[in-house]
């Protein structure tokens, strides 16, 4: 009697999102902005033979969206978005997140300048809007992940699915995500992440035949129109815009303000109290007291940065005198510093080098030294000044 051996069962290739079947019987859905990069991420993965579905968040009054261009949330940009659809032959919602978008995003945005933070409100519609509540829904429609056109890669560790940043260093977008969990992080596909430019995008976008292929970047906060924060709040909260001191760091009184939501930390121009020697910065924002703190350019220096709700994606315990690089503005390059944890969600972030206009409201963001991986983050809190 011959025996035969049987050769082992090869484990089943993955597909190009890393599950072990078919395109064809991977459902993705697509979160789709209508701008050029997620109608490519959903393009892309249809013409690979994905089961793709798109789904388009209306997030604020479409009446005003209409009226207005270079915002994710337009009418135009839906209208964008379900053209992409067509084209590809795919499924297309919209899901009317107003309500949502309004307690999670912009009530907080206006109570955060009120209070003279500086906030970041991209960031919380990732984390409340886009992937928590979308990502719920993706889940309800029974998809196997969700993929944004993000400028970030989702990279298998050795432990777990790791957060890095963009390939092309100029796109990155790791400053503006790193409140993605890890529970998230396993569910999302950031398609667009190794690309080395946004050239490479726009020629993906030519070849399928998008007519969005040529439409300009946004670089508003969509509910923001021409950057004027000062008039969003204004109009969210009557009332805001109350006249007050101007004072030097010993309280003298230096002028007058037409109203602390006009100011930020580290600002120059416009004080309108000039002729008094050296520069003068915004070093500090009283809302209270209805006060704008100014001082030399050394007064803005500090190494000391508090951070709280921080989200920690490493794979050591969030514990002890950690090493990493940070980046306490989206326009900075990561610096070195030591992060020490105070619970769970608290941390303190020594840096190595002073820094200036560090403000509360803005994100700190961790870094791997000598890595592109995204260890998390936090939101900086009332700053301690650099011990003299």
């Known amino acids: 009697m ?50 793709v579905i798109g789904v388009t968040l209306q997030l604020y009054d479409h009446g005003a969206a209409l009226a207005k ?38 009530d907080e945005f206006a109570d955060a300048y009120l209070a003279g933070a500086t906030p970041v409100p991209c960031i919380r519609c990732n984390e409340r809007v886009k992937f928590r509540d979308l990502l719920e829904t993706a889940r309800d429609l029974d998809a196997d992940c969700m993929a944004t056109g993000h400028y970030i890669q989702r990279k298998d560790g050795v432990a777990r699915a790791e957060l890095h940043m963009a390939a092309d260093a100029n796109r990155d977008q790791s400053y503006f995500l790193f409140s993605t969990t890890q529970e998230q992080l396993d569910f999302l596909r950031f398609p667009l992440g190794h690309l080395e430019s946004k050239a490479e995008t726009r020629a993906l976008a030519a070849e399928y ?24 709040i204004e109009k969210l909260r009557p009332n805001a815009a109350e006249p007050g001191d101007i004072v030097d760091t010993d309280g003298n009184v230096l002028g007058q303000h037409r109203g602390v939501i006009h100011y930020t930390i580290g600002q120059r121009r416009g004080l309108g109290i000039g002729g008094l020697g ?15 703190v100014v001082g030399p350019k050394s007064a803005l220096a500090t190494t000391v940065v508090p951070v709280n709700e921080v989200n920690w994606l490493g794979d050591q315990p969030f514990a002890g005198e950690i090493p990493v690089m940070v980046r306490i503005r989206s326009t900075r390059p990561p610096r070195p510093a030591i992060l020490r944890p105070i619970g769970a969600t608290r941390a303190e ?28 983050g936090g939101w900086i809190t009332l700053r301690r000044r650099k011990a003299a």
């Open 69 to 106: 261009k270079g915002a994710c949330c337009a009418g135009q940009d839906i209208h964008d978005a379900r053209r992409v659809a067509e084209r590809m032959g795919f499924p297309h919602y919209v899901l009317d997140y107003e309500n949502k978008f309004r307690e999670s995003v912009i």
């Open 278 to 292: 050296d520069p003068l910065y915004v070093v500090r924002l009283d809302p209270d007291a209805r006060r704008v």
């Open 209 to 232: 035949g998008l007519a969005v292929a040529d439409k300009p970047d946004s670089q508003d906060i969509c509910f923001v129109p021409n950057g004027n924060y000062a008039a969003v």
């Open 2 to 51: 011959t025996l035969h051996h049987r050769a082992p069962a090869r484990a089943p290739s993955l597909n190009s999102l890393g599950f072990a079947k078919p395109p064809a019987e991977t459902r993705v859905v697509v979160a789709m902005s209508g701008g050029v990069d997620s109608s490519v991420v959903a393009a892309k993965l249809k013409s690979e033979g994905y089961d």
């Open 349 to 376: 972030v020594e840096l190595l080098d002073a820094e200036e206009g560090v403000s509360p409201g803005q994100a700190c963001v961790f870094y791997e030294p000598d890595s592109t991986r995204v260890l998390g």
